[in-house]
């Protein structure tokens, strides 16, 4: 080999980790912004599946006590 190879298959272990710290913060922002994008939806959706049937349930309950206060009385 001669010299102006090994200076093509050189290197930096700088530059290297400095690409790879690039690329690694470049797919947690893509990352990141899929996440924003669609947490909206994930918000309606738990809502939907957890704070809808609570609404509904919780007026049922204090009706609930309302007659067994009457029944008791």
Same mark, same amino acid.
């Given at each position: 080999?001669t010299r102006e190879q090994d200076? =093509?298959?050189? &290197? $930096?272990?700088?530059?290297?980790?400095?690409?790879?710290?690039?690329?690694?913060?470049?797919?947690? *922002? @893509?990352?990141?912004? =899929?996440?924003? &994008? $669609?947490?909206?939806?994930?918000?309606?959706?738990?809502?939907?599946?957890?704070?809808?049937?609570? *609404? @509904?349930?919780?007026?049922?309950?204090?009706?609930?006590?309302?007659?067994?206060?009457?029944?008791?009385?």
């Amino acid at each position: 080999m001669t010299r102006e190879q090994d200076k =093509e298959n050189f &290197k $930096n272990p700088f530059i290297v980790g400095a690409a790879i710290w690039q690329t690694s913060m470049t797919y947690l *922002l @893509n990352a990141y912004g =899929e996440f924003l &994008k $669609n947490a909206p939806k994930m918000t309606e959706e738990w809502y939907d599946i957890f704070w809808k049937p609570w *609404l @509904n349930w919780a007026p049922q309950q204090e009706r609930q006590q309302d007659r067994d206060k009457v029944n008791i009385e």
